[in-house]
């Protein structure tokens, strides 16, 4: 089984602090992303990679940065928390690969509910 | 641009009774289509998929028709469970598209009641 795993399900952090959420994956996976869930809102994608080293901005990367050292691995920093952040952060990884219906199936995390206080 | 559209939730049935969760969307050529199930405490997981024009997807007794004239994928279920109570996304991808990316309706929450 594919395994998505984040490694806070829950954060409790301070406006101005520097906030890391980490992800990684175990299927070897090309292509990773960043989402936030609101209520109302559904999913929004904050940035995607498909590579190591290699990213781009989703819909709403504002005071959002990645890193991708590893290929296993996709960092989501929040250089300085604001209140307006407090949400639920979901990362997700899929395979790029010929098969085109295979390669649009995302595997979840279990999300990590960062307020920011 | 291309956007997804759910009905709004909450919905709350009975034990047993009929499901049907509206999806509509707008994109230029032809994507894919997708229903994803988020159950609570847990990330979303794929509930089902079609990837052509009256492809039907199915899974744990829910199903999905790729609707082109009517650009829909409305999720139908004939007897729900307490256990199907969840948040479900309806989602689209083209199908030339460099790493998968989705764009994901709203979420529709569905509570089924004993």
């Known amino acids: 089984d594919v395994k998505v795993t984040q490694s806070s399900r829950y954060l409790v952090k301070r406006t101005g602090e520097k906030v890391f959420l980490e992800c990684v994956q175990d299927?070897?996976?090309?292509?990773m992303f960043w989402y936030r869930q609101d209520p109302g809102l559904g999913l929004r994608l904050i940035y995607f990679?498909?590579?190591?080293?290699?990213?781009e901005k989703g819909d709403i990367p504002e005071g959002y940065s990645v890193s991708r050292e590893k290929k296993e691995r996709f960092s989501l920093i929040l250089e300085s928390a604001s209140t307006n952040q407090t949400s639920m952060y979901l990362c997700?990884?899929?395979?790029?690969?010929?098969?085109?219906?295979?390669?649009?199936?995302?595997?979840f995390g279990a999300g990590t509910r960062l307020s920011v206080l | 641009g291309n956007s997804v559209t759910q009905m709004e939730g909450p919905v709350t049935l009975s034990e047993e009774a009929f499901l049907t969760i509206n999806c509509t969307y707008t994109?230029?050529?032809?994507?894919?289509l997708f229903w994803y199930v988020q159950y609570p405490g847990e990330g979303l997981q794929l509930l089902l998929k079609?990837?052509?024009?009256?492809d039907k997807g199915s899974n744990k007794g829910f199903e999905a028709t790729y609707r082109k004239e009517t650009t829909s994928f409305h999720l139908e279920k004939g007897s729900v469970q307490v256990s199907d109570s969840a948040v479900y996304f309806c989602?689209?991808?083209?199908?030339?598209?460099?790493?998968?990316?989705?764009?994901f309706g709203q979420g529709t929450e569905l509570s089924v009641k004993p």
């Open positions: 997700a990884s899929s395979f790029e690969g010929s098969r085109v219906t295979a390669k649009n199936i995302q595997y």
């Open positions: 299927m070897d996976h090309e292509n």
């Open positions: 990679s498909y590579d190591v080293k290699m990213k």
């Open positions: 994109a230029t050529g032809y994507p894919s």
């Open positions: 079609a990837t052509k024009a009256d």
């Open positions: 989602a689209l991808s083209k199908i030339y598209n460099q790493g998968g990316k989705l764009i």
